[in-house]
């Protein structure tokens, strides 16, 4: 096979926390060890912090970084987000007729929401073969979210877009198989929708006995049971059933709730865990990558949540993180849905639906005094993330798609 010339386009990059930008920025560094020419098109703002600005262009262990312009509204008005994705989509459209030639790969990421209509469009002069990346479904997600009307003319039209670009592109990806089965339901050809996991390095995030955290005495949690809660804490999760539960065990000082992360909900949540007075919840910013070892490995136990309504639109990654500390999960939302799933067949964790804040701090009250179960959770779900989701899994499954997409697929695409 020739040299592969591969574009990632993405909001966000390195060094954002963003899951789905550490995620690209993984697959980038393989690419680029296995000899493929990698080029980022993204913008230059940070989804933790919009007031920084990153350079223009940078290399990052052989990785071109080219950071187009873009305003700088924020995400806190509706009207100004919209003029910061319309900025991106035509700073990058302008930049990929510039740079991509006739066989080149080009990965369209879902940030900003139907980014893939935009690349479609930009790469069709010159016959690039197109991946769309998919973490989270537009416009499915914004109507599930109140953003627009489901059903409406809006969101037929953005659906009707987005499956074109689909159709064109040679390959779509998704990390969940009801995602899969969303898009097909929506009238995409399934034989070009790939399911590719999420994934964690299990190289980096290992099983560690808890008194070995240097974090237990640094963050004064001592040997008290850590509830513990990673990541983005979003529109899509739910935190009513943590909060339940929290307030039935204020009077436990041996258990404690620790949240690590940020997003759209975090204002509200400090608001509420002060109101109702809830002192055995605290609340710590993003952790660096390279802390996550230390940060995972800390609670004895994580939840995670996702309203049901989302099944299918979002696939929550901190599962796999989670997975790689050898530590149980609480899942609470759909118990059909798929982390549910996930969970039960490897029996690492348990399931709950939401609202049942009670039989949460049921459940937290018999793990905290039951060592042998939760380090059984924990082993089964590390045996299951080191066969299925550990990084070098899913980045060969990558690899063998575009290898496969070059050699097999004619890059040729219907006007």
């Given at each position: 096979?020739?040299?592969?010339?591969?574009?990632?386009?993405?909001?966000?990059?390195?060094?954002?926390?963003?899951?789905?930008?550490?995620?690209?920025?993984?697959?980038?560094?393989?690419?680029?060890?296995?000899?493929?020419?990698?080029?980022?098109?993204?913008?230059?703002?940070?989804?933790?912090?919009?007031?920084?600005?990153?350079?223009?262009?940078?290399?990052?262990?052989?990785?071109?970084?080219?950071?187009?312009?873009?305003?700088?509204?924020?995400?806190?008005?509706?009207?100004?987000?919209?003029?910061?994705?319309?900025?991106?989509?035509?700073?990058?459209?302008?930049?990929?007729?510039?740079?991509?030639?006739?066989?080149?790969?080009?990965?369209?990421?879902?940030?900003?929401?139907?980014?893939?209509?935009?690349?479609?469009?930009?790469?069709?002069?010159?016959?690039?073969?197109?991946?769309?990346?998919?973490?989270?479904?537009?416009?499915?997600?914004?109507?599930?979210?109140?953003?627009?009307?489901?059903?409406?003319?809006l969101a037929r039209f953005m659906t009707r877009w987005r499956n074109a670009a689909f159709r064109r592109g040679q390959a779509t990806v998704v990390p969940g198989s009801e995602?899969?089965?969303?898009?097909?339901?929506?009238?995409?050809?399934?034989?070009?929708?790939?399911?590719?996991?999420?994934?964690?390095?299990?190289?980096?995030?290992?099983?560690?006995?808890?008194?070995?955290?240097?974090?237990?005495?640094?963050?004064?949690?001592?040997?008290?049971?850590?509830?513990?809660?990673?990541?983005?804490?979003?529109?899509?999760?739910?935190?009513?059933?943590?909060?339940?539960?929290?307030?039935?065990?204020?009077?436990?000082?041996?258990?404690?709730?620790?949240?690590?992360?940020?997003?759209?909900?975090?204002?509200?949540?400090?608001?509420?865990?002060?109101?109702?007075?809830?002192?055995?919840?605290?609340?710590?910013?993003?952790?660096?990558?390279?802390?996550?070892?230390?940060?995972?490995?800390?609670?004895?136990?994580?939840?995670?949540?996702?309203?049901?309504?989302?099944?299918?639109?979002?696939?929550?990654?901190?599962?796999?993180?989670?997975?790689?500390?050898?530590?149980?999960?609480?899942?609470?939302?759909?118990?059909?849905?798929?982390?549910?799933?996930?969970?039960?067949?490897?029996?690492?964790?348990?399931?709950?639906?939401?609202?049942?804040?009670?039989?949460?701090?049921?459940?937290?009250?018999?793990?905290?005094?039951?060592?042998?179960?939760?380090?059984?959770?924990?082993?089964?779900?590390?045996?299951?993330?080191?066969?299925?989701?550990?990084?070098?899994?899913?980045?060969?499954?990558?690899?063998?798609?575009?290898?496969?997409?070059?050699?097999?697929?004619?890059?040729?695409?219907?006007?």
């Open positions: 096979m020739t040299q592969l010339n591969i574009f990632i386009v993405s909001r966000f990059f390195y060094p954002d926390y963003a899951a789905s930008s550490q995620m690209l920025t993984d697959i980038a560094h393989d690419f680029v060890r296995h000899d493929w020419n990698v080029t980022v098109l993204a913008s230059r703002k940070l989804s933790t912090d919009p007031t920084r600005r990153l350079p223009r262009q940078e290399h990052l262990d052989g990785i071109t970084i080219r950071r187009v312009w873009t305003t700088r509204f924020g995400r806190h008005r509706l009207p100004g987000r919209m003029i910061d994705y319309l900025s991106f989509y035509f700073s990058v459209f302008l930049a990929l007729r510039r740079v991509v030639s006739k066989g080149a790969v080009v990965i369209a990421d879902s940030d900003p929401p139907l980014l893939s209509v935009v690349v479609d469009r930009a790469c069709r002069r010159p016959n690039a073969i197109v991946l769309h990346h998919v973490a989270d479904l537009y416009p499915d997600l914004a109507g599930a979210l109140g953003v627009l009307a489901p059903g409406g003319v995602m899969k089965k969303r898009i097909v339901q929506s009238g995409v050809d399934p034989a070009i929708i790939h399911v590719i996991p999420y994934w964690a390095d299990g190289q980096v995030i290992r099983p560690l006995e808890r008194e070995a955290n240097p974090l237990r005495s640094e963050w004064d949690v001592g040997d008290r049971f850590v509830v513990g809660y990673s990541g983005n804490m979003g529109r899509a999760h739910e935190f009513e059933t943590l909060l339940g539960a929290a307030g039935a065990l204020r009077d436990r000082d041996d258990i404690v709730f620790l949240l690590v992360g940020g997003g759209a909900r975090l204002p509200a949540l400090v608001h509420q865990v002060a109101e109702r007075g809830l002192e055995n919840i605290r609340f710590k910013p993003y952790q660096t990558r390279e802390s996550l070892w230390a940060t995972l490995t800390l609670p004895d136990v994580h939840l995670i949540s996702l309203r049901p309504a989302l099944e299918g639109m979002v696939m929550p990654s901190k599962y796999y993180g989670i997975a790689a500390a050898g530590r149980p999960t609480i899942f609470i939302g759909d118990p059909e849905g798929e982390i549910a799933g996930l969970i039960r067949k490897a029996d690492s964790g348990v399931v709950i639906p939401i609202g049942e804040g009670n039989t949460l701090a049921s459940i937290l009250v018999d793990l905290a005094r039951d060592h042998e179960r939760r380090r059984g959770l924990g082993a089964n779900a590390r045996k299951d993330f080191e066969a299925r989701f550990d990084k070098p899994v899913s980045l060969a499954i990558w690899r063998d798609l575009l290898t496969r997409l070059v050699n097999d697929c004619t890059p040729q695409r219907p006007a």
